[in-house]
């Protein structure tokens, strides 16, 4: 129970969080009185079964994030990790920060990897791994003037002080919570954990790191005021470099990694022992703990992990860069230069522009100047041959090439898949594999599929024969036209596309987004 003078305010502030698109009707409007639902039932032998692990997690940009047009993030690369060694494929889903764990019960996802330090409180609803790493709190305070906000200045990262404090006092009106004031120009310095006594402290809502605060104001004369948001550590760091509020506390490796940027920020004193970063799974789900315990245990001291806490939590340089950078999606929404090339395109052929833009960075890595071995060219990597035929004048020129290769692509539906495979989303693999190797391929794979049994309108049945053109068995069988194929090429252009396609959704929102996630089975 909380002493009674310690006042913790509830703000959930509507920041605009990576992923919010996806809350739906279903989602607790307010976690901390909704009940959790009951956990589905899904333990690591369905999981192994369905052969795909689906992890939760909210945008923060260590994590989880996109740059450049890749996905990336310590905890995104360990899951990868992980679910190659159990021979599964990982998927990631973004939702709101404060309802990880409740999607995490109805089943949206089997594992939260979201930089979690559990509290006393979760633990008997909740099975946690052994931690990942562990980090002390700290107090993150000015030492200057405050300072400008990174280039991305609408993204919820870096919320103009103004607008943070007035989207705060808004939601605070509609719990009758008298507004906050601005932030004390030269304010007392915390020089240990004491001096927080008669502070207004800022943490991401429903944090551990409450309780520490709470086991501080009982040890000293005088209340501390915590504002609890919801948001990301990060985002309260920023607040407090740019003027918007006093103080927070965060975990110290974020907090320092801010600081590289924000000059005017000290990151002291800590204000307690070091805190584990965990992983959450449901509580009957023990197998799944069981094998992330294991794993984490046998990798934890090994060089790749040293090397992963390195690349995002040490390395101040590439912090910077990507800080600074358009094309943190995760923050600014853009992908790319190309863009808007590609919304204009893709809209021609009824294809999501996201899907587009994955295709041309598997091609190209968004380099319009790239030339492969064979002579493919620009963005889209078109044949010479290729471009001839669809008129193309300068394959290295954004606009010809986008045009031409969505051109064609239309050409593969006209002429080959648009009455033969009847489910649009279906279609756009076959199109994609037939762009990759040749239709004619694909077409030797929908007759062996057919031949052994198989629906050669579902790219999975087909994908299985494809990968069979390799072996002379079947290059040779009388149905195969073609002759040999590697299959192995057109089957992971498409698995590729999608997964990044599948990043860039949860990134970049696009009208035709729906309102609802739908549940794994």
């Known amino acids: 129970m909380l002493r009674g003078p310690f006042r913790i305010v509830a703000v959930l502030l509507a920041l605009g969080i990576a992923g919010a698109a996806i809350v739906t009707a279903t989602a607790p409007d307010a976690p901390s009185v ?153 304010g007392r310095r915390i020089q240990r954990p004491a001096d927080l006594a008669g502070e207004q402290v800022f943490l991401p809502s429903n944090h551990a790191f409450v309780q520490r605060l709470v086991e501080i104001e009982n040890e000293v004369t005088g209340d501390i005021e915590v504002v609890e948001v919801d948001t990301v550590s990060e985002a309260l760091v920023r607040q407090v470099a740019v003027g918007g509020i006093d103080l927070t506390v965060a975990p110290e490796n974020v907090a320092a990694l801010e600081a590289s940027y924000f000059e005017n920020l000290e990151v002291r004193p800590t204000i307690g022992p070091a805190i584990g970063v965990v992983w959450a799974v449901r509580k009957n789900a023990p197998q799944l703990e069981e094998a992330l315990d294991r794993w984490i245990l046998e990798n934890r001291d090994s060089r790749r992990w040293a090397s992963l806490y390195q690349k995002y939590y040490v390395d101040r340089d590439g912090f910077r860069e990507r800080v600074e950078s358009q094309y943190l999606t995760s923050q600014t929404g853009t992908l790319s230069e190309f863009d808007e090339v590609f919304k204009r395109n893709a809209a021609e052929i009824g294809w999501d522009w996201r899907l587009l833009a994955s295709q041309a960075f598997q091609e190209s890595r968004f380099k319009p100047r790239a030339r492969s071995w064979a002579g493919a060219m620009g963005l889209l990597q078109i044949m010479p041959l290729t471009a001839r035929d669809l008129g193309i004048s300068d394959p290295y020129d954004v606009e010809e090439n986008v045009d031409g290769a969505v051109r064609y692509l239309q050409w593969l539906d006209d002429t080959y898949w648009g009455e033969m495979i009847p489910d649009s989303l279906e279609r756009q693999k076959f199109i994609l594999a037939s762009y990759n190797t040749g239709a004619g391929h694909v077409m030797d794979a929908q007759r062996l599929t057919e031949k052994y049994g198989g629906d050669k309108t579902k790219w999975d049945d087909v994908a299985y024969w494809l990968l069979k053109k390799s072996d002379p068995q079947y290059y040779n069988d009388p149905v195969v036209r073609y002759g040999y194929a590697r299959g192995l090429e057109p089957v992971h252009y498409v698995a590729i596309i999608l997964e990044r396609f599948d990043h860039y959704r949860q990134f970049v929102t696009d009208e035709a987004d729906a309102s609802e996630p739908a549940t794994p089975a």
């Open 34 to 186: 909704v009940r959790l639902p009951e956990p589905i039932v899904r333990d690591l032998d369905a999981i192994v079964e369905r052969d795909t692990i689906i992890a939760l997690t909210s945008y923060n940009p260590t994590s989880y994030f996109v740059y450049r047009g890749e996905a990336f993030g310590y905890e995104y690369d360990l899951l990868r990790d992980f679910a190659e060694a159990a021979d599964v494929v990982v998927t990631m889903r973004v939702v709101p920060r404060d309802s990880l764990l409740y999607y995490l019960n109805s089943g949206l996802g089997d594992v939260v990897a979201s930089r979690i330090f559990p509290s006393e409180r979760d633990t008997t609803d909740f099975r946690y791994t052994v931690p990942l790493y562990e980090t002390p709190p700290t107090v993150v305070q000015r030492n200057g003037p405050p300072g400008e906000l990174p280039n991305t200045v609408d993204s919820v990262l870096a919320t103009p002080p103004d607008e943070f404090l007035a989207d705060l006092n808004e939601d605070r009106a509609q719990q009758d919570e008298p507004t906050l004031q601005p932030i004390r120009i030269g």
